[in-house]
């Protein structure tokens, strides 16, 4: 290898100074889609996937039991039919024409034994996809294969139960998966997938190959997907905007995720874009008690700090001026999101200044948000405030939010703006905190919050549930628990002959197509 | 300690009768014997060195690996799950001695990420990274002792001054400019302007290609490096007896520059290549980053900056350490081949 391709190499380099016209590139390859991963997966179990990567593939392998709608809503995935009694009755039809990758026929039963050993699993990451599946309780399964129907309850109501049922770490697995945890792990069980594509092959690190199987008939009943998906689907890794965006003009890949300035590089020329949120920047005041954090019981500086901070001015120097305001806790294409500007503190540079002058302020951020991060520090400086700023690496960032509060006043919190599922986003600013098992990061006390947080996870109606959460989203604001910032926008683009999609907010891997 | 005495004794002088004990004569095969064990012995020295300090450095890197593995939504109690699984929760000594048994078995643990043998990921990656090291050694040491001998056979004598000139300032800029800028700026020039390139690897383009450029950008400065030492070794022994006899005697060039001069600047080429192999390795993992090479750069990077990964970066760490350590004693002992007296110790 190494002597062929020093060879290669050599000749090439000589030849390429006579060369003309562009690299050889993926021209040709019309059932092929070549695409990237900023890392590489870590496992190819669905249910213990943890990492962005994991979960990205496990939609390729694995079908869940619902969809994102391709505007709003949910559609089918293995189930045809959804119902609910209550927060905590539900009942799902399985289709009758799906099959493992191995001929199995996905009926109730496998669909029940799929989720019993996601909820039986000792694992970091399966306990994170119960958790948005099936809420903090016990949930029970119930099969009944002759009708076709799986019908779910919980010991503890949760209404958000169908979204967290289009999750692709609730993707079915197929019995020889759950036979062999080990091979599904490492993607060798052929029989385990229940998705459009299969592994056929993984270097670790490096990339995967997926095919698609040639049984495969369920896709969604997607409306305005246009093309035919790769037979062929290659991942490999490249986390650098600048080299995928070289790439993509060169053809060395059909399609790319930019985060950055490179996007610009593709407008017109037959790229086509989608967009989607893809993190959530947030400022947290932390106000635990007896933590000594200046903004512990000071609503009135809470607010003077949200109104020294020019949002934009955040968005030009720590997104490139790409991202979205905000204007809740998390993305505006999360279902019941409040997108209510009136509710988030003004910039008012002179008013921030009257309350902030002689502050000390400790900010914590994350160590690669350095132009955020200054420009924020220098907001509050330009206001009178000290501030003193600490940017750990993104592990310690992170413990330190969550069990440290006697070490930052306020925080930039980056959350993931994926899920979907808006509840998660509301119970970081109230409820229990780390310390006391929940996920409330600001430490805050909003018990008017909690009650109507808590009044949406037990409501059935849809509209009930985001009339309660936009509720505490209300109160989370009016009381300046913390005070968001920008959407992180991300865009795919597909060169000339590939597309993709975003559903609902959610970009679809599955939804590669190949248009020409 | 121990002493000796002028009684016990005493040094052959003039007049003094030389010993009756035989001289022992240290042989050629005694000088090889000395120093192939010596070397081995120094190898197993380093390389438990290696493994000892490389365990206790990556404590030292900052974040907490069960944070990292866990993810950004998972809850304490996800945490210490994570930590009690990868053996976190034990003390010092414990994961000391846990590892180093391991590693004597050949076996460095299984990675935090991928829940597989560390060694496994490394090795994957381990060929394209040689590939890339070894194809630009191979160029800089060809390319560059041809260029310095021809350079220094052109300026002999003080001949062509205008030649020397641009010579040691183009190669004195050009190896001053570091890998990964030479890197960008091949990227911009042969794959964003020109179009004659890959820019980075990509399965959609032949392996030899997309190489191309990361061998082009490791291989330049080296090239210059050995280029410059090479004309100055050139011009020395050009001014030397044996060859100032060979040109007296007519010897046809070929002859005399490879066979009479080639030899003799072999060794400093050869001495100058082990360091730049292992400078070499360094500047591989950084430019890996630039072309997307799947190499063992991008794996030490995210096992570092983003997973925390201890096992896959003691095992890439030790790999490492093993190429480079295995190298130079291949080196020397090619250059004990060539000179023995750089076998080192005294012969008669």
């Given at each position: 290898?190494?002597?062929?391709?020093?060879?290669?190499?050599?000749?090439g380099?000589?030849?390429?100074?006579?060369?003309?016209?562009?690299?050889?590139?993926?021209?040709g390859?019309?059932?092929t889609?070549?695409?990237e991963l900023w890392?590489?997966?870590?496992?190819?179990?669905?249910?213990?996937?943890?990492?962005?990567s994991?979960?990205?593939?496990?939609?390729?392998g694995?079908?869940?039991?619902?969809?994102?709608?391709?505007?709003?809503?949910?559609?089918g995935?293995?189930?045809?039919?959804?119902?609910?009694?209550?927060?905590?009755?539900?009942?799902?039809?399985?289709?009758n024409?799906?099959?493992?990758?191995?001929?199995?026929?996905?009926?109730?039963?496998?669909?029940?034994?799929?989720f019993?050993?996601?909820?039986?699993?000792?694992?970091s990451?399966?306990?994170?996809?119960?958790n948005?599946?099936f809420?903090?309780?016990?949930?029970?399964?119930?099969?009944?294969?002759?009708?076709?129907?799986l019908?779910?309850s919980?010991?503890a109501?949760?209404?958000?139960?169908?979204?967290?049922?289009?999750?692709p770490?609730?993707?079915?697995?197929?019995?020889?998966?759950?036979?062999?945890?080990?091979?599904?792990?490492a993607?060798?069980?052929a029989?385990?997938?229940s998705?459009?594509?299969?592994?056929?092959?993984?270097?670790?690190?490096k990339?995967?190959?997926?095919?698609?199987?040639?049984?495969y008939?369920?896709?969604?009943?997607?409306k305005?997907?246009?093309?035919?998906?790769?037979?062929?689907?290659?991942?490999t890794?490249?986390?650098d905007?600048?080299t995928?965006?070289n790439?993509?003009e060169?053809?060395?890949?059909?399609?790319?995720?930019?985060y950055?300035?490179n996007?610009?590089?593709?407008e017109g020329d037959?790229?086509?874009?989608?967009?989607?949120?893809?993190?959530?920047?947030?400022?947290v005041f932390n106000?635990?008690?007896?933590?000594?954090?200046?903004f512990?019981g000071?609503?009135?500086?809470?607010?003077?700090?949200?109104?020294?901070?020019?949002r934009?001015?955040?968005?030009?120097?720590?997104?490139?001026?790409?991202?979205?305001?905000?204007n809740?806790?998390?993305?505006?294409s999360?279902?019941?999101?409040l997108?209510?500007?009136?509710?988030?503190q003004?910039?008012d540079?002179?008013?921030?200044?009257?309350?902030?002058?002689?502050?000390?302020?400790r900010?914590?951020?994350?160590?690669?948000?350095d132009?955020?991060g200054?420009?924020l520090?220098?907001s509050?400086?330009?206001?009178?405030?000290?501030?003193?700023?600490?940017?750990p690496?993104p592990?310690?960032?992170?413990?330190?939010?969550?069990t440290?509060?006697?070490?930052?006043d306020?925080?930039?919190?980056a959350?993931?703006a994926?899920?979907?599922?808006?509840?998660?986003?509301?119970?970081?600013?109230?409820?229990p905190?780390?310390?006391?098992?929940?996920?409330?990061?600001a430490?805050?006390?909003?018990?008017?919050?909690?009650?109507?947080y808590?009044a949406?996870?037990?409501?059935?109606?849809?509209?009930?549930q985001?009339?309660?959460?936009?509720?505490?989203?209300?109160t989370?604001?009016?009381r300046?628990?913390m005070t968001?910032l920008?959407?992180?926008t991300?865009?795919y683009?597909?060169?000339?002959?590939?597309?993709?999609?975003?559903f609902?907010g959610?970009?679809?891997?599955?939804?590669?197509?190949?248009?020409? | 300690?121990?002493?000796?005495?002028?009684?016990?004794?005493?040094?052959?002088?003039p007049?003094?009768?030389?010993?009756?004990?035989?001289?022992?004569?240290?042989t050629?095969a005694?000088?090889?014997?000395?120093?192939?064990?010596?070397?081995?012995?120094?190898?197993?020295?380093?390389?438990?060195?290696?493994?000892?300090?490389?365990?206790?450095?990556?404590?030292?890197?900052?974040g907490?690996?069960?944070?990292?593995?866990?993810?950004?939504s998972?809850s304490?109690?996800?945490?210490?799950?994570v930590?009690t699984?990868l053996?976190?929760?034990?003390?010092?000594?414990?994961?000391?001695?846990?590892?180093?048994?391991?590693?004597?078995?050949?076996?460095?643990?299984?990675?935090?990420?991928?829940?597989?043998?560390?060694?496994?990921?490394v090795?994957?990656?381990?060929?394209?990274?040689?590939t890339?090291?070894?194809?630009?050694?191979?160029l800089?040491?060809?390319?560059?002792?041809a260029?310095?001998?021809?350079?220094g056979?052109?300026?002999?004598?003080?001949?062509?001054?205008?030649?020397?000139?641009?010579f040691?300032?183009?190669?004195?800029i050009?190896?001053?400019?570091?890998?990964?800028v030479?890197?960008?700026?091949?990227v911009?020039?042969?794959?964003?302007?020109w179009?004659?390139?890959?820019?980075a690897?990509s399965?959609?383009?032949?392996?030899?290609?997309?190489a191309?450029?990361p061998?082009?950008?490791?291989?330049?400065?080296?090239?210059?490096?050995?280029a410059?030492?090479?004309?100055?070794?050139?011009?020395?022994i050009?001014?030397?007896?044996?060859?100032?006899?060979?040109?007296?005697?007519?010897?046809?060039?070929?002859?005399?520059?490879?066979?009479h001069?080639?030899?003799?600047?072999l060794?400093?080429?050869?001495?100058l290549?082990?360091?730049?192999?292992?400078?070499?390795l360094?500047?591989?993992?950084?430019?890996?980053?630039?072309?997307?090479?799947?190499?063992?750069?991008?794996?030490?990077?995210?096992a570092?900056?983003?997973?925390?990964?201890?096992?896959v970066?003691?095992?890439?760490?030790?790999?490492?350490?093993?190429?480079?350590?295995?190298?130079?004693?291949?080196?020397?002992?090619?250059?004990?081949?060539?000179?023995?007296?750089?076998?080192?110790?005294?012969?008669?």
């Open positions: 290898m190494i002597a062929g391709v020093a060879l290669a190499a050599a000749v380099l000589a030849l390429s100074a006579c060369s003309t016209g562009a690299p050889e590139a993926a021209s390859t019309t059932d889609i070549n695409a890392y590489a997966p870590a496992t190819f179990d669905p249910a213990k996937a943890s990492a962005s994991d979960v990205t593939v496990a939609r390729l694995f079908d869940t039991l619902l969809r994102q709608g391709e505007t709003e809503g949910y559609v995935g293995l189930a045809t039919d959804w119902s609910s009694t209550s927060a905590s009755d539900y009942t799902f039809t399985i289709r024409d799906a099959t493992c990758s191995d001929g199995t026929a996905i009926t109730p039963t496998v669909v029940a034994n799929s019993s050993y996601l909820v039986g699993l000792d694992d990451g399966a306990q994170t996809w119960k948005q599946a809420g903090s309780g016990t949930p029970t399964f119930t099969p009944d294969d002759a009708a076709g129907t019908s779910i919980l010991s109501p949760y209404s958000q139960l169908f979204g967290g049922l289009t999750r770490g609730s993707g079915i697995i197929c019995p020889a998966g759950i036979a062999d945890p080990e091979g599904l792990a993607g060798t069980v029989g385990a997938w998705g459009p594509y299969t592994l056929t092959k993984s270097e670790a690190g990339s995967v190959q997926y095919a698609l199987r040639d049984d008939k369920v896709w969604p009943d997607w305005n997907v246009e093309g035919t998906p790769a037979k062929t689907i290659n991942l890794v490249q986390a905007s600048n995928s965006a790439l993509l060169s053809g060395g890949v059909d399609l790319a995720r930019f950055d300035a996007a610009q590089r593709f037959g790229y086509s874009t989608v967009t989607f949120a893809s993190s959530a920047y947030n400022l106000q635990a008690p007896g933590a000594g954090s200046v512990e000071n609503k009135d500086l809470r607010a003077a700090v949200a109104q020294a901070i020019d934009e001015g955040f968005n030009s120097a720590g997104l490139d001026g790409l991202g979205v305001e905000q809740t806790v998390s993305a505006a999360y279902r019941c999101a997108d209510d500007s009136s509710l988030v003004k910039y540079p002179a008013a921030a200044a009257k309350v902030l002058n002689g502050k000390t302020i900010l914590l951020m994350m160590s690669n948000w132009p955020a200054d420009f520090a220098e509050l400086r330009a206001a009178g405030a000290t501030v003193t700023v600490s940017a690496d592990a310690d960032w992170t413990k330190q939010m969550r440290q509060p006697e070490t930052w306020m925080a930039i919190a959350e993931n994926e899920s979907g599922l808006i509840h998660t986003s509301i119970a970081r600013y109230l409820g905190t780390y310390a006391q098992g929940g996920t409330n990061v430490s805050s006390d909003n018990p008017e919050g909690m009650a109507d808590e949406g996870m037990n409501a059935t109606d849809p509209d009930e985001c009339a309660n959460f936009e509720a505490a989203q209300k989370i604001l009016e300046v628990d968001p920008i959407t992180d991300h865009r683009v597909a060169r000339k002959g590939f597309a993709s999609y975003v609902s959610y970009w679809d891997i599955s939804a590669m197509r190949i248009v020409s | 300690m121990s002493t000796t005495t002028a009684d016990s004794f005493a040094a052959p002088g007049g003094t009768p030389e010993s009756t004990r035989p001289v022992k004569a240290a050629l005694g000088a090889w014997r000395t120093f192939l064990v010596r070397r081995v012995v120094g190898l197993i020295v380093n390389l438990a060195l290696l493994v000892l300090v490389t365990f206790l450095i990556v404590q030292l890197i900052p907490d690996p069960a944070t990292a593995i866990a993810g950004e998972a304490l109690g996800q945490v210490e799950l930590r699984q053996g976190l929760d034990q003390p010092l000594p414990v994961q000391l001695w846990t590892y180093v048994s391991g590693v004597v078995q050949g076996d460095f643990g299984d990675s935090y990420r991928y829940r597989q043998p560390a060694m496994d990921i090795m994957t990656a381990v060929p394209y990274t040689l890339i090291t070894i194809a630009a050694v191979v800089l040491l060809v390319l560059g002792i260029l310095g001998m021809a350079i056979v052109a300026t002999r004598g003080d001949r062509r001054r205008w030649l020397d000139l641009s040691s300032v183009v190669t004195g050009i190896s001053s400019i570091p890998t990964y030479l890197a960008t700026g091949f911009v020039v042969f794959a964003v302007l179009r004659v390139l890959p820019p690897y399965p959609a383009y032949n392996i030899g290609a997309a191309i450029l061998i082009a950008s490791l291989s330049i400065g080296g090239i210059c490096s050995v410059r030492i090479v004309r100055r070794e050139t011009a020395v050009l001014e030397q007896d044996y060859m100032r006899t060979a040109r007296g005697w007519r010897l046809p060039t070929l002859t005399l520059y490879v066979k001069m080639l030899p003799n600047l060794t400093t080429a050869l001495t290549s082990g360091i730049i192999l292992t400078a070499l360094g500047s591989a993992l950084i430019t890996e980053a630039v072309f997307a090479w799947p190499g063992l750069g991008g794996v030490i990077v995210q570092i900056a983003v997973d925390k990964d201890y096992p970066i003691r095992a890439a760490v030790f790999v490492i350490g093993l190429i480079s350590l295995v190298m130079t004693l291949i080196i020397d002992i090619i250059l004990g081949i060539i000179d023995p007296r750089t076998l080192g110790g005294k012969r008669d």
